[in-house]
């Protein structure tokens, strides 16, 4: 199989997502996992995964905490608690954090992430790096707010496209002025512009999705030159309008083969940059991080929000670790990564080396 070829060409890259050989699905791995070796090296990369509040001013279809779900017990965390958080995972030898929530404007939410983060600041971890790295996932914001939170000390970013099709992006959010595109994309740039290492991502799997979209989606990080990844299997959730449509969807199965396929293409095609096995994989497939992992992937993002919360922060069902505490959540994922005979780089931010390149 001649993957150059392949991964420049959205129909190619379709028809690699559409096979159900397992022979060639086995080749795409082993090739994405000798990249992967090669560029970034073997090393998963941890960060806590802090989730401060699912208070959400926007209403996505697919969403559990949607601002129109009544169901859901509202919740924000306090200061003192993300900065514990941000202690804890110093403690246990992770050097980075990501601090994730639905998505807030008002000005007290602000001034709190810079004050957390200035806290945060002063944590040394264990090794050699001078603080604690902080990834934000906080929604679109201003470029104001962005340039704020940078200064205050987050280096890397998270917002992901969801869909880079802006058609069907228009299908899975409401159609107001809450929930447009060219916002979404404009928040990339501003991202950018600010100096953030820039990570986005898709959800896999969606109803309307074809292989199309997907393959559009990939060659789409590769123009918007991406620093780091997170996608993963759309997972439907009871309280959402998309909830409708399940009877359309692929077979878990299937959603987790192509969410292992797109891993492992991406790794192909942008070597350099961060790509994580995230949790939506671990909750369709117990062994889901594990074959991304080996399909690619390089970062890990176990959840080490207080156990009293997690159940409110339900962006879709059976979402895993619900119940646990950080010391759980933190201890049973080093022993699989052990048990697989995965290297964990501990105490490093494990930054996106494709952020260094194009900053040289
Ligand atoms: N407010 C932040 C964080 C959103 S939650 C932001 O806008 O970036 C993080 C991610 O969860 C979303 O970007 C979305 O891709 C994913 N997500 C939401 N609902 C989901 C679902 N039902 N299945 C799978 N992933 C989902």
């Known amino acids: ?138 929604g679109e914001q201003s470029e104001d707010v962005y340039r704020e939170w940078f200064e205050a000390g987050a280096k890397r970013y998270l917002l992901r496209i969801e869909v880079s099709d802006r058609v069907l992006y228009g299908k899975i959010h409401p159609e107001d002025s809450l929930h447009r595109y060219d916002d979404r994309l404009q928040a990339l740039v501003a991202l950018k512009k600010c100096g953030y290492q820039v990570g986005t991502g898709v959800m896999i799997g969606l109803p309307f999705q074809t292989s199309l979209n997907l393959a559009d989606d990939l060659l789409f990080f590769k123009k918007l030159d991406i620093d780091m990844c997170g996608m993963g299997p759309y997972i439907e959730h009871t309280d959402t309008p998309l909830y409708r449509y399940r009877a359309d969807l692929f077979p878990i199965a299937k959603r987790m083969d192509l969410s292992i396929k797109m891993v492992a293409l991406l790794r192909l095609m942008m070597p350099d940059i961060n790509i994580a096995a995230t949790t939506a994989m671990q909750a369709l497939d117990s062994l889901g991080r594990e074959k991304a992992i080996f399909a690619g992937a390089n970062v890990l993002m176990p959840n080490i929000t207080v156990a009293d919360v997690r159940a409110d922060y339900q962006i879709y069902q059976n979402k895993p670790g619900v119940g646990e505490d950080a010391a759980l959540t933190s201890s049973g994922i080093v022993e699989y990564l052990k048990e697989k005979k995965i290297p964990i780089g501990f105490c490093q931010w494990g930054d996106s080396i494709h952020y260094r390149n194009r900053k040289v």
């Not at 060409?9 to 060639?24: C, G, H, M, N, T």
């Open 1 to 138: 199989m001649n993957f150059a070829e392949i991964i420049s060409d959205r129909y190619k890259i379709a028809e690699i997502l559409d096979s159900d050989d397992p022979a060639v699905a086995e080749k795409l791995y082993a090739a994405a996992y000798e990249v992967k070796k090669k560029t970034v090296g073997e090393c998963v990369y941890l960060r806590g995964l802090v989730e401060i509040s699912n208070i959400c001013r926007k209403n996505c279809l697919y969403c559990g905490i949607r601002s129109g779900n009544q169901n859901v017990h509202r919740y924000e965390i306090s200061e003192d608690e993300v900065v514990a958080a941000a202690k804890f995972a110093a403690d246990n030898g992770y050097a980075s954090l990501v601090i994730q929530g639905g998505e807030r404007h008002d000005p007290a939410f602000c001034r709190k992430i810079t004050y957390v983060l200035h806290e945060i600041m002063k944590i040394k971890p264990k090794g050699g790096e001078e603080h604690i790295g902080v990834t934000l996932s906080l």
